[in-house]
């Protein structure tokens, strides 16, 4: 058994896609599926704030693509919205505040959906969350995570519209975040009964280092397989490491 530490990459079948949104733009995508089994749910990941150096390569984002297929048996489509660039490649189009980033959403939801026969959990984080709260009420999803929400370009009409929704919503809020603790969220929250909030002691917004996001990545994994129990810190099969420097 070799320890899974901040780079390590366990088995996955990894897909190149390419995503043409309604107004015309090409995204760069990857899907990470379970090798070998259909997998149990699809996540699709929509990354912070691409202007402050978000994208599809974000730490989190990486890590759940690198250890989820095989530890959780779960699907990972990260992507890149319009402007954006990553070791994926680059999306064409330009940031526009979570506007036409809703188009993005809408066209990587679709093509999740058509991928894996399944309406996939959409998580955003940061601005990914922002991206979600105002684009993604009316999509064909299974469910809702959000990670450090900040609420800068949502509107208080756009949260009540969620009041509604049927479907399971979280929200893990960091004690020490830099926008929205817990007892604003409460409060910025308090029109979506169904939402979840969960506070993490002693978390930050960007959730640095490997305990943080073992508590990310756990919590992902409960709230959508229903299994009450950590991911293994040990994985006995092949294991590689990323190389941060590697040509791409």
């Given amino acids: 058994m070799a320890e899974i530490v ?10 190149a896609l390419t995503v043409i949104t309604e107004d015309g733009e090409t ?11 259909d997998p149990a ?6 990354h912070p704030l691409p202007t402050h150096g978000g994208s599809s390569d974000s730490h989190l984002y990486k890590k759940m693509a690198w250890r989820l297929p095989a530890l959780s048996n779960l699907a990972i489509l990260r992507f890149n919205t319009r402007g954006t660039t990553s070791s994926l490649g680059t999306s064409s189009g330009e940031f526009d505040s979570s506007n036409k980033e809703g188009l993005d959403l809408k066209a990587v939801v679709e093509k999740a959906v058509h991928l894996t026969n399944q309406p996939p959990w959409v998580i955003g984080w940061s601005f990914g969350t922002d991206v979600i709260l105002r684009n993604a009420r ?3 999803i299974a469910g809702v995570i959000l990670l450090s929400p900040p609420l800068r370009y949502t ?24 926008y929205l603790k817990p007892a604003e969220a409460k409060i910025r929250f308090s029109n979506l009964p169904n939402l979840n909030l969960v506070p993490i002691a002693g978390a930050k917004h960007l959730w640095i280092g490997e305990t943080q996001v073992r508590v990310v990545l756990n919590s992902i994994t409960k709230f ?25």
């Fill in 155 to 178: 509107k208080e009409e756009e949260l009540i519209s969620w009041s509604d929704f049927d479907k399971p919503m979280y929200a893990l809020i960091p004690e020490l975040d830099d």
């Fill in 224 to 248: 959508i397989t229903g299994l009450n129990q950590d991911l293994p810190v040990e994985y006995s099969g092949p294991m590689t490491r990323h190389n941060d420097l590697a040509k791409n």
């Fill in 138 to 140: 009316q999509l064909n």
């Fill in 41 to 46: 749910a699809t996540l699709v990941l929509v």
């Fill in 27 to 37: 995204l760069v995508a990857e899907l990470a599926q379970p090798e070998g089994k």
């Fill in 6 to 15: 901040a780079n390590s990459v366990l088995p996955s079948h990894k897909e």
